[in-house]
């Protein structure tokens, strides 16, 4: 009985160490993600200072694939403010999700260690 319980243990504590290396690769992608996310923020705000020091009659294009389109001044601001929300939100949820694996591992480690104490016991 205590070898079947032995080897349960070390089935349990084998998956719980594969879930904490899976969850850690997702923490480090969530990371890139961030980051990267974080890099065209700031593209975008340099984008809309440039814009807004520009005249409001000055010909504006964007591109749209691989063409440009001319646009209106208040348009391209538009835009670039509306991809300057949507970028602050995609961050705001890349950093809720690195936060609830975070949680994850910790209650990972926390149930490994508990099964450490108890197999010494």
Same mark, same amino acid.
């Given at each position: 009985? +205590? ?7 070390? =089935?349990?504590? $084998?998956? !719980?160490?594969? =879930?904490?290396?899976d969850t850690q690769n997702q923490m ?9 996310? #974080?890099? *065209?923020?700031?593209? %975008? *705000?340099?984008?809309? $200072? *440039?814009? $807004? $020091? ?7 294009? *964007?591109? @749209?694939?691989?063409?440009? @389109?001319?646009?209106?001044?208040? %348009?391209?601001?538009?835009?670039? &403010?509306?991809?300057? +929300?949507? %970028?602050?939100?995609?961050? /705001?949820? !890349?950093?809720? +999700? /690195?936060?609830? !694996?975070?949680?994850?591992? /910790?209650?990972?480690?926390?149930? !490994?260690? &508990? #099964? @450490? ?5």
């Open positions: 009985a +205590k070898m079947a319980v032995d080897m349960e243990l070390r =089935k349990a504590f $084998s998956d !719980l160490q594969m =879930k904490m290396v480090r992608i969530s990371d890139g993600q961030i980051n990267a996310m #974080m890099v *065209e923020k700031k593209k %975008t *705000e340099l984008a809309i $200072s *440039e814009v $807004s $020091s520009v005249p409001e009659d000055a010909k504006m294009y *964007e591109s @749209v694939g691989r063409m440009f @389109v001319l646009e209106p001044k208040a %348009t391209v601001m538009k835009n670039l &403010e509306a991809q300057h +929300k949507l %970028t602050d939100t995609k961050i /705001k949820e !890349l950093e809720a +999700k /690195k936060l609830y !694996l975070e949680k994850s591992v /910790k209650s990972s480690e926390e149930n !490994l260690r &508990e #099964m @450490v104490l108890q197999r010494r016991k």
